[in-house]
């Protein structure tokens, strides 16, 4: 986490303790993990948020919630949530504006087509005569 989430400090190691914590079981391998938590900003602002949210249960003799609750202490006093929260954010954001701009520069070609505007609304029309339901 202090690295920016690397893809080389991410190590088969850790991977192993990493799978066993935070309810993270169902990842084949270290690849698989990786590419769904730390592949964008987006991707490591849900890993960061799910590891903060989770509730650190049972006892330590039997699982890892000792080492769960100290990583999210020190996740917390990095103040990690918002600086990656802030990240996704940013990417989300010159993710949609290229986005955007592909699209207008596809489908307005120079050529703006003006909306209709009125000065005054239009006026209603005469209803039709309504013809009786049985004849």
């Known amino acids: 986490m202090l690295t920016g989430f690397l893809a080389e400090r991410f ?11 935070f309810g993270h079981i169902a990842h084949f391998d270290r690849h698989g993990f990786a590419e769904t938590w730390f592949d964008s900003p987006e991707s490591i602002a849900s890993f960061v948020n799910h590891l903060m949210q989770w509730p650190c249960h049972c006892d ?15 996740a917390a006093r990095l ?12 990417s989300t954001r010159q993710r949609e504006l290229a986005l955007l701009d592909a ?17 005054t609304p239009a006026e209603p029309d005469e209803p039709a005569e309504q013809l009786p339901l049985i004849a």
């Not at 330590?60 to 020190?74: H, L, M, N």
């Open 103 to 119: 699209l207008e520069n596809k489908y307005r070609q120079g050529n703006v087509v003006p909306m209709p505007t009125s000065a």
């Open 60 to 74: 330590p003799g039997y699982t890892f919630s000792d080492v769960e609750r100290a990583i999210q202490r020190e």
């Open 11 to 21: 190590t088969e190691k850790l991977y192993t303790r990493l799978s066993m914590c």
């Open 79 to 90: 103040n990690l949530v918002a600086k990656v929260n802030e990240a996704a954010a940013s």
